[in-house]
């Protein structure tokens, strides 16, 4: 079993949908990080939590560290948040990478 | 600020070829990783250095080798390439302090270097 599982794996959703991607981590961290990835492109991060929430524009990030898991939201999705999504955990300075959440948005 | 610049971002090689990665950040960051990206895994960590002068084996570090002779610089090594170090590899850098501070731990990517081994 991976020590970080994200949910879905695919997902497909309508322009203007809210979307939720989930992570679940089997290991003690000091924070958890979302990162996107474009298509053929980098990677850049979105958030860096320890606890609580986070909000970015209609992004928005949360973690319960009680239960080990960790939900990304998109409010209002756009065609241009078409990208994967990508869980990581981290302990003191090692990072353990899901495999991912690839999400396409039509138009 | 460029952030974390990584070279040549696409390459083939032929099995036996070596090669370096190149991997240059200037936000003056302690840490610096390499990571392995192949289809539907995540990124796996080759080598990670803590600072200048100092390298540790990470998951995957076979066939690689890393030097760190300055903060900026972290070059990736690949010697004797075979078709299994085919993937996408990139470099990343973070800054950390044991004073704790809540900001430090940020992951900065680069684009990523697509290698090819035929």
């Known amino acids: 079993k991976n020590e970080v599982e994200q949910s879905p794996q695919n997902l497909t959703a309508q322009e203007g949908e809210f979307i939720t991607i989930n992570c679940s981590y089997s290991?003690?961290?000091?924070?958890l990080h979302w990162l996107q990835q474009h298509p053929g492109g980098g990677i850049v991060s979105l958030f860096m939590?320890?606890?609580g929430k986070k909000k970015h524009g209609r992004l928005i990030a949360t973690i319960n560290i009680q239960e080990k898991h960790s939900s990304l939201h998109i409010t209002a999705s756009h065609p241009r948040d078409s990208a994967v999504y990508i869980c990581?955990?981290?302990?003191?300075?090692?990072?353990?990478f899901g495999t991912g959440t690839r999400l396409k948005v039509l138009a | 600020n460029a952030g974390v610049t990584q070279t040549p971002k696409f390459r083939i090689l032929k099995i036996g070829q070596s090669m370096t990665l190149q991997c240059t950040q200037d936000m003056n960051h302690n840490y610096m990783y390499w990571y392995r990206q192949d289809p539907g895994m995540g990124l796996k960590l080759i080598y990670y250095?803590?600072?200048?002068?100092?390298?540790d084996k990470g998951e995957v570090p076979n066939g690689y080798n890393v030097s760190r002779s300055t903060t900026e610089d972290f070059p990736l090594r690949l010697e004797l390439a075979a078709p299994s170090q085919t993937s996408v590899y990139f470099c990343?850098?973070?800054?950390?302090?044991?004073?704790?501070?809540?900001?430090?731990?940020?992951?900065?990517f680069g684009e990523g270097s697509r290698l090819t081994v035929l």
């Open positions: 250095s803590v600072g200048a002068g100092i390298t």
């Open positions: 990343a850098s973070s800054y950390f302090t044991d004073r704790g501070y809540l900001n430090t731990g940020e992951l900065f």
């Open positions: 290991v003690g961290i000091s924070a």
């Open positions: 990581a955990v981290r302990g003191t300075y090692k990072y353990i």
């Open positions: 939590l320890s606890s």
